[in-house]
């Protein structure tokens, strides 16, 4: 089992920056792919970033590259998502989750992911 609490969303205006957090717990996370997705009213849950936690290895959707950024800080179990030059159209609640690696399932696909947390609201006005 692993256990996925998200913290750091909020309201902000256009062109903020924000930075969400992950803190996972429980089964040994070295081994695991851990993803930010987010979901907006009416709409689906749609992949944000990716992260291996051995090797750090990165994938964005073509959204967000070049503005949001994914890293994980080993020694504090911490995965983030740093949100730069944020716009309206981000606004959703953001989930963290966790992938194991004998999943075959597409990493960019909510459906590939075994572990979610709760939620983070990332409002954004204009």
């Known amino acids: 089992q692993v256990q996925l609490a998200e913290s750091g969303g909020g309201a902000v205006q256009a062109g903020d920056s924000l930075r969400l957090s992950c803190a996972a717990s429980?089964?040994?996370?070295?081994?695991?792919?851990m993803g930010w997705f987010r979901q907006a009213p009416g709409k689906e849950r749609e992949f944000v970033a990716r992260i291996t936690w051995s090797g750090g290895d990165t994938y964005y959707a073509d959204s967000v590259k070049g503005l949001f950024t994914i890293s994980r800080d080993v020694a504090k179990n911490t995965v983030y998502l740093q949100m730069n030059s944020l716009k309206p159209e981000d606004t959703a609640v953001y989930f963290c989750a966790a992938r194991v690696p004998t999943h075959r399932s597409s990493s960019m696909s909510p459906g590939g992911y075994d572990y979610w947390g709760q939620g983070t609201q990332v409002t954004v006005s204009s």
């Open positions: 429980g089964r040994t996370l070295s081994s695991l792919t």
